[in-house]
């Protein structure tokens, strides 16, 4: 998901609560304009399920 907006070149919006835990624990530490790269472990990402080419337990780097 997260890779299509940086080969967009601009920023994307919608609300903390609209995506993974992983992304809702980083998004609200980070401070206006910043640009992280986020190591989320499979319990906070996507866990046990297939979701699009995101296969189970999968570690995602976004």
């Not at 992983?22 to 980070?30: D, F, P, R, T, V």
């Not at 190591?39 to 995101?54: C, D, M």
Request: aromatic share 16%; proline share 6%; net charge neutral.
């Amino acid at each position: 998901m997260f890779d299509y907006f940086f080969s967009r070149e601009r920023p994307e919006s919608f609300k903390v609560n609209e995506v993974i835990d992983g992304c809702q624990e980083a998004l609200k530490m980070m401070p206006l304009g910043s640009r992280w790269m986020i190591y989320t472990p499979y319990e906070l990402g996507y866990e046990t399920r297939t979701v699009g080419k995101i296969k189970p337990y999968s570690t995602l780097i976004l």
